[in-house]
């Protein structure tokens, strides 16, 4: 099976300033056909749903900010907040669906500090 | 509108079933994958399983610690989708989530609560 880590668990990053967060796949997750990485990224504030920011790796979705970004491809990835607003605290989600059964990271909370 | 409402919750005794419900609308239900994914209090996401639509099959896959304990099934004429869940364990306590979707998941339900306690 494979296994999503996520790193840090946690970062505190100061409003306008760069939250980056890293999710490393045990296996490659990047189908070499459609050169599409099976990888996205959620957004889960307390009490809600959680919301797709981002799939395939690096598509962002309809609506979401665009200081919300994700890259990387095979087993390494990125999701970075260019410029953390107060509206961005919140846990963060990485999720392999290359392959059953599914998996996701940990999580990592981003906190104001 | 894409919406999937989640019932069924409640507490239920260890060795215990339950059944969850996942009522949809604003797509052909019919030609959708569905899954399930759940989230133990304080805990990060978690797979469940899902199932294919008819058309490619209708097949389910699980999660390893299902082992048998868990059935996802569907009626397209009802659009709406089932989970299952027998000899439950205090560790399945968890907000379950429905989603039309056999990869990433755009649409969440709110879910629904299921407690697991003696």
């Known amino acids: 099976d494979i296994v999503m880590t996520q790193s840090p668990d946690s970062l505190a990053v100061s409003l306008g300033e760069r939250a980056t967060i890293n999710c490393k796949s045990s296996q490659n997750i990047l189908y070499r056909s459609n050169n599409k990485n099976y990888l996205a990224w959620y957004q889960q504030k307390p009490g809600q749903p959680p919301k797709l920011l981002i799939s395939w790796a690096s598509d962002r979705e309809s609506g979401v900010p665009d200081r919300f970004s994700g890259s990387g491809s095979g087993t390494d990835f990125t999701l970075t907040i260019s410029s953390l607003q107060a509206e961005d605290v919140a846990v963060y989600y990485c999720h392999q669906h290359y392959t059953t059964p599914q998996a996701f990271g940990q999580g990592t909370k981003v906190e104001v500090k | ?118």
């Not at chain 2, 099934?73 to 989970?83: A, H, K, V």
């Not at chain 2, 364990?89 to 299921?114: I, R």
């Open chain 2, 1 to 118: 509108e894409v919406q999937v409402v989640e019932s069924g919750g409640g507490l239920v005794k260890p060795g215990g079933s339950i059944r969850l419900s996942c009522a949809a609308s604003g797509f052909p239900f019919n030609k959708a994958w569905m899954s399930w994914v759940r989230q133990a209090p304080g805990k990060g996401l978690e797979w469940v399983g899902r199932i294919k639509s008819n058309s490619d099959g209708g097949t389910t896959e699980y999660a390893g610690f299902v082992k048998g304990r868990f059935t996802i099934s569907r009626d397209d004429s009802m659009n709406t989708l089932y989970l299952q869940m027998n000899s439950l364990k205090n560790e399945d306590t968890a907000v379950y989530f429905c989603s039309p979707s056999g990869s990433y998941y755009a649409y969440w339900g709110q879910g629904t609560l299921v407690t697991v306690s003696s």
